[in-house]
């Protein structure tokens, strides 16, 4: 079997930028899988994918010219029904045959077989192997049906050359009108087609910047050869990247010591697909801009420009940017002039908008949020605003009553602490309304941060109001104080419980309210800064807040946590069943869970824990059995068998160490205390009939048993650790 390097490239106008990477591998991996599939291409073929603005391409080693033929089995019918009482074939057998492209005179060959009870009738053939042309139509076809497009074009193809061109009735659905299509086996052209498109061995480079208006691809294997050579393309997306990397950090150091460009993942990637033979250039804008703050001036030079701003070793903002260009003019002079002049409109907009902005407190802006529609069901933003207030405000009061000892200075913290929460709060969304947000809306909050020190507000409330939208996504820090901390709560929740209070529940992967953000955000809060909060508490503390509007979701919700919890923690390593254990008692301060699963981890490397997990499982289930509910104690006149008396004496011993270091917090030592119980637990089963025939006796011995699971199962529920 002959086998050659493929290449298959898709040539069309300008690709969607934010997509061209995700286009470029759904391209080459669709394509080869289905090769893969057919047999005319190894599983271990090595797949190169290849994406610019303007091409998908994709190369595969080792592809066949036809794939090999194989041998088929088909299961007819059953012989009752396929062969009458002579033994000769019925007419269903025979229309089966035939259907099979095979004839009577196959009936002698047929194979029998056990089918289940019957036995049935079975035809062997050789299914031909797919020819390259046959399988790569099929290849690409399916890839252009899974292409994951955006956003879908219709347009006309053209028909006809030269004096009989005459403009196209049929219509092509695609990402981007197609003008090209490439198929090479080796240096083979394979003749397939798609999109209108015949395909062929020529190509097209640069728009500018090309040797030859057309490129003959020679062969498979010199296709990024001769894109880079005669098309001065650089067709790979990995390498066009990294080296649009290489050039940033060669033009930050050569711009400065010490400067670096803005690191910036998105940005990087929708660059690498707008250009296909980057050249970095440095640009510069005046000084006074930055007067204006470096988020203003940084996202309109990333969002609207598409540069890299340069910052220094603190990083703070320069007055220099880099330019990535599609063109490598000798003179880059007027380049670099078309940039500067295209960017200073844009900042100089940034500094109208926070100048104007300064000009109103944020304080006189509250008014104007009772204007701005929140949701239809849930009233405005100025109704939200005062339902974050007072949720703050239960908030402080919760966090205040769990704090021990409750002392005067500690009364006084609190007391500063809700003022501040409550009118930060009060503020938090006021910079919706400011002109720099409106144009830039990725800045609430970090706006409203700056317009709050210029009118001389506590530093705190400052700080509040910009980092009350955190944690934003997986991975963002925390708020930094108290007061943050407050208001990002409150805010959370707020959008948690009137949401879910309607009705607007996130379902499968539609969450348009990035309600499994938001409880994730509450999750982390309460968690990693230990907050002394009881979530069902605060739940309830937030749902009056919203009066008639909503019906109760503490149910739904508390389970909603749950979920967005045992996921969380399942993403940071621990076992199902270590969360099982943990989340199975519904703790009640979630900051305690982490100490809790490393009781856990910690308890199951024991050597006595499977057993002890398999008894606690078994003592739950004889429980749950019980005819009525067992009362936790035990009279000690009653403790007949030697292995029941023993028993009781462990626990006796065991189970105040364990509540006392329960009590402490010290998880770990708690369950470990437990670990002595291993041996009169399996005794107490080997020998003590829990259902003895005298009540009383029976009433005892399951009494003891919930006594038993009672002290084993403060911290988690043990049984979920059992196989």
Known sequence: MSTANLLVELFVEELPPKALKKLGDSFANVLADSLKAQGLAKADAVVTSFASPRRLAVHVTDVAAKAVDQAVQQKLMPVAVGLDASGNATPALLKKLAALGAGPEAVASLKRAPDGKAEALFFDSVKAGATLAEGLQKALDDTIAKLPIPKVMTYQLEQGEGANFQPGWTSVNFVRPAHGLVAL??????????????????????????????????????????????????????????????????????????????????????????????????????????????????????????????????????????????????????????????????????????????????????????????????GTQGDRAERVRAIAHEIVKQWSLATVPFTVDAKDHFDVLDSKAQQAARLAKTDLLTDMVGEFPELQGIMGAYYARHEGLRDGVAIAIEDHYKPRFAGDALPRNHTGTVVALADKLETLVGLFGIGQLPTGDKDPFALRRHALGVIRILVENNLPLDL????????????????????????????????????????????????????????????????????????????????????????????????????????????????????????????????????????????????????????????????????????????????????????????
């Open 185 to 378: 086996h080796g240096d083979q052209e394979v003749q397939i087609g798609a999109l209108g498109l015949k395909a062929g061995r020529s190509t097209v480079g640069h728009r500018f910047e090309a040797r030859v208006d057309k490129i003959i691809l020679l062969t498979a294997d010199t296709y990024a050869e001769q894109m880079l050579r005669d098309g001065a393309v650089i067709a790979s997306f990995a390498e066009r990247r990294a080296e649009i990397e290489r050039q940033l950090a060669a033009a930050a150091a050569k711009a400065g010591a010490n400067l670096k460009p803005i690191e910036d993942d998105a940005l990087l990637d929708e660059v690498t697909a707008l250009v296909e033979r980057p050249n970095v250039l440095t640009g510069r804008f005046e000084e006074a801009f930055l007067e204006v703050p470096q988020e203003c001036l940084i996202l309109t030079m990333k969002a609207n420009q598409k540069y890299f701003p340069l910052l220094d070793a603190s990083g703070k903002l320069t007055n220099q940017f880099l330019i990535v260009s599609n063109i490598r003019p000798e003179d880059p002079s007027a380049v670099i002039g078309g940039n500067e002049r295209v960017v200073r409109p844009r900042l100089a907009d940034a500094k109208f908008f926070f100048d104007q902005d300064r000009k109103k407190t944020l304080e006189s802006r509250v008014g104007g949020l009772a204007k701005v529609v929140y949701h239809g069901k849930l």
């Open 536 to 723: 069902s508490a605060l739940i309830a503390a937030v749902i009056p807040v919203f009066g008639e509007l909503i019906s109760n979701p503490a149910e739904h919700l508390l389970s909603f946590f749950s979920d967005r919890l045992a996921v969380s923690l399942r993403e940071q390593g621990y076992s199902a069943q270590e969360v099982d254990a943990v989340l199975a008692l519904q703790p009640e301060r979630l900051g305690d869970v982490p100490r809790r699963l490393a009781a856990v981890r910690a308890f199951a490397a024991l050597p006595e824990a499977a057993a002890l997990a398999a008894a606690n499982k078994r003592v739950g289930n004889i429980l749950k059995k019980a005819e009525t509910e067992v009362e936790a104690k035990v009279d000690v006149a009653l403790l007949k068998e030697a292995a029941e008396a023993a028993l009781y004496e462990a626990l006796q011993a065991a189970a105040p160490k364990a509540r006392a270091a329960f009590e402490e917090g010290d998880y770990t030592a708690s369950l470990q205390a437990l670990a002595v119980l291993r041996a009169p637990v399996d005794a107490f089963f080997d020998s003590v009939m829990v259902n003895a025939d005298d009540a009383a006796l029976k009433a005892n011995r399951l009494g003891l048993l919930a006594t038993m699971h009672k002290a084993m199962n403060q911290v988690a529920d043990i049984s979920r650790l059992a196989a």
